[in-house]
C-alpha cells in the first residue's frame, strides 16, 4: 500500500512472516483449517467435506488455532513495546 510508510510496511511483512511460521507449527488439522479458510477462503461447510470432519469441528479447530496465534501476536507486541 501506497499509504504506509516504510517501517509500517516492514512491521507487516514481519507479521505476515511470523503467521506463517505460528500456521506451520499447528498440529495438521488446525494448520489445513486455517490455511483452508484464510488461504483458500473456503467455507466451513466446504472444509468440513474436504477434511472429513464435522462443520462444528472445523469452527472450533479454526477458532482455536486462530486464538493461539493472536495470543503469539500480542505476547511479541507487548515485548517490543517494553
Do not use: C
Not at 505476515?16 to 489445513?32: D, E, V
Amino acid at each position: 500500500d501506497k499509504n504506509l510508510s516504510f517501517d509500517e510496511s516492514m512491521h507487516n511483512e514481519t507479521v505476515l512472516g511470523l503467521f506463517h511460521s505460528w500456521l506451520l507449527s499447528l498440529p495438521r488439522k488446525r494448520q489445513a483449517v486455517v490455511s483452508l479458510r484464510i488461504y483458500e477462503e473456503k467455507p466451513f461447510s466446504e472444509i468440513s467435506e474436504i477434511l472429513g470432519i464435522s462443520e462444528v469441528s472445523a469452527r472450533n479447530l479454526f477458532s482455536v488455532a486462530i486464538k493461539g496465534i493472536r495470543e503469539k501476536l500480542i505476547k511479541m507486541e507487548e515485548n517490543h513495546a517494553n
